[in-house]
């Protein structure tokens, strides 16, 4: 189904980003780390990928003590591990899931130095599993729009650019709010205390923040650490709130793109630790993406929208629904149709080479 509508510039969005080092992404990260983890060892022992989604991963704080120039972790935060998992005979889950989360934590964190794994997954049920390579293992929703507009782009420049600034960890979130041509900008930020030796330090830390968002936004009305009163403070040991402000969810984070974008269509599905072979949940988000990208670049297109609908046991090649909805100053001609319809259709049969991405770290949904 294709519709055509003219393209008009929401009055107002509302764009947000959680970091790298936010409980929610941390939790998306670790659960995509589990799932290559595991693929990489299905490969090795049996040729191919078994079922498996991890994509339940809780991660609950702990407790700290961050003081200027210091301060200690005095419980680590705990990683518990659900979802659905094959065993594998050559290794144990325990291990895998272990090495995996170590493996995330140590690429993704500076300062995090302990930490629990508590892993709960057990064998999915046996309809599911025969699913693997033969057609869609559940009824899943996946969208994807593009091309992103200038506050979203700026948005993920942010958080990058934030993570650099002297003090700052890795736990920040950005959100931003446009009415008309009025941008307002709110960025949490998480200092790290053994960079941060006063309370000096700390408003120095900030005002650097401030002038890397306004210098990338070219807006003054930005706030940093807005809940920041007397000497209750964004202060940490690790630099992610992990240690005791916050707990983390996969899936309650950043869409497939880097982003929560509440303006456009949203799937509410956890794109992160779903195997890559059967799991709509996973491979549709990622699909629509793609083919929203490619159909944004024909001529006379300002915008693209891409639905896809699974329908359980199906051939991932053959959704239930493959929506488009184009925005611009066209005319939907039988050629512009068939080119579209050319898209998707190229893309669908494109699975098995998205497999490769996802094992081999290539593919970022998060």
Not at 98 to 115: C, E, G, I
Request: charge should be negative; proline fraction near 4%.
């Amino acid at each position: 189904m294709i519709t055509l509508q003219k393209y008009v510039r929401p009055p107002f969005e509302v764009v947000e980003r959680k970091g790298i080092g936010h409980p929610d992404t941390l939790a998306d990260g670790i659960s995509e780390a589990i799932s290559r983890e595991l693929c990489r060892h299905y490969i090795e022992e049996f040729g191919q990928i078994l079922h498996h989604n991890v994509d339940k991963v809780l991660i609950i704080a702990g407790k700290s003590q961050p003081e200027f120039g210091g301060g200690r972790v005095l419980i680590p935060p705990s990683v518990v591990i659900g979802g659905r998992a094959t065993r594998p005979s050559g290794k144990a889950l325990d291990e895998i899931f272990n090495q995996a989360v170590a493996s995330h934590f140590d690429m993704t964190l500076k300062n995090l130095r302990d930490y629990r794994v508590e892993p709960r997954a057990e064998e999915g049920a046996p309809e599911l599993r025969s699913l693997i390579g033969r057609g869609a293992n559940d009824t899943s929703i996946g969208v994807g729009f593009a091309p992103m507009d200038s506050v979203e782009t700026m948005v993920l420049d942010l958080e990058r650019e934030i993570r650099l600034v002297r003090g700052v960890g890795e736990d920040n979130k950005v959100m931003a709010v446009r009415m008309g041509e009025d941008l307002k900008i709110v960025v949490a930020a998480a200092m790290v205390s053994g960079q941060i030796r006063s309370m000096e330090d700390y408003r120095e830390a900030k005002a650097r923040v401030k002038d890397v968002v306004i210098k990338r936004s070219k807006t003054e009305d930005v706030s940093v650490n807005a809940a920041d009163s007397g000497s209750n403070i964004f202060l940490t040991v690790t630099g992610t709130s992990i240690e005791m402000g916050d707990d983390g969810a996969t899936g309650r984070g950043n869409r497939g793109n880097g982003l929560i974008t509440p303006m456009r269509p949203m799937t509410m599905e956890a794109i992160a630790g779903k195997n890559p072979v059967s799991h709509v949940g996973k491979i549709y988000n990622v699909l629509a993406e793609r083919m929203a990208k490619e159909i944004a670049e024909l001529d006379g297109v300002e915008e693209a929208y891409v639905t896809l609908v699974s329908k359980i046991g199906s051939p991932l090649n053959e959704p239930l629904l493959r929506g488009v909805r184009v925005c611009g100053d066209l005319d939907l001609t039988t050629s512009k149709e068939a080119a579209i319809n050319s898209v998707i259709d190229y893309w669908l049969e494109q699975t098995d080479d998205l497999v490769e991405e996802f094992v081999q770290g290539k593919l970022t949904v998060y």
